[in-house]
Nanobody
Framework: QVQLVESGGGLVQPGGSLRLSCAASGSIFSRYVMAWFRQPPGKQRELVATISKRGLTNYADSVKGRFTISRDNAKNTVDLQMNSLKPEDTAVYYC???????????WGQGTQVTVSS
């Protein structure tokens, strides 16, 4: 099993930046594909970005060019650098670890990001 704890959320003005961090423990971090999801108010959870075990990244169209996902396998962390934030980025952001086998997906508790003037 993997335990995930997110941090770094908060209130930011439009155009500002935030950096989210997710600390993992309990298993071999490098074996997992890591991802950030978000759930805007009143909407379904959606994929924001993924990073493979070897560091290959993929992004939702809505965040391409503004967000950057990175991982440090030595520190067991995955970060999401968010720049040029927009009000529509307001959501609870969740860290996800996926081993690729049935039952091998884990979630953090989420961190709130609010973009508002």
């Amino acid at each position: 099993q993997v335990q995930l704890v997110e941090s770094g959320g908060g209130l930011v003005q439009p155009g500002g930046s935030l950096r989210l961090s997710c600390a993992a423990s309990g298993s071999i971090f490098s074996r997992y594909v890591m991802a950030w999801f978000r759930q805007p108010p009143g909407k379904q959870r959606e994929l924001v970005a993924t990073i493979s075990k070897r560091g290959l990244t993929n992004y939702a169209d809505s965040v391409k060019g503004r967000f950057t996902i990175s991982r440090d396998n030595a520190k067991n962390t995955v970060d999401l650098q968010m720049n040029s934030l927009k009000p529509e980025d307001t959501a609870v952001y969740y860290c996800n670890a996926n081993s690729g086998i049935p039952g091998g997906a884990y979630w953090g508790q989420g961190t709130q990001v609010t973009v508002s003037s």
